[in-house]
């Protein structure tokens, strides 16, 4: 009786530890890459690799373009940079970790400014859209 017990719990145990590692088993894991599969290259756009080097330059001759004539066409929402003829950068970092968002449609780049950072901040959130050169 004592054999046939054991028998029994040892058949049991061992259903057991089939039947759990059939629950989390899966051809490949999703965190290891397959050796037959060559990793994905994806190259992540930055400001510099869609402006070019001098990319800074740019941006900031276009958006203080921009903000010119926003305020010839509308003199009430005055632009900080242009009223006080100090440089976009004064205001506003312009680098590796600017956030910006890529019109692909378009070919353009479009940046947005908090408000209050370069007008007044009852004018809400400024944004620059930015042609690729």
Known sequence: MKVLHRTASLLL?????LTLSACGSSDTPSDVESPDSAPEETQEETLE???????????VD?????MENRMEKTPEVVFFPI??????????????????TLD???????LT???????????????FRIPLP
């Open 49 to 59: 690799t869609l402006c070019g080097e001098d990319y800074v330059t740019y941006i």
């Open 83 to 100: 009223e006080e003829d100090a440089p976009l950068t004064d205001y506003v970092t312009i680098d590796a970790s600017t956030p910006f």
């Open 13 to 17: 145990l061992a259903c057991l530890l």
């Open 113 to 127: 400014f908090d408000a209050g950072m370069v007008t007044d901040a009852e004018n809400g959130a400024q944004s």
């Open 104 to 110: 692909e449609e378009d070919g353009s780049i479009t």
């Open 62 to 66: 276009t958006i203080t373009m921009q």
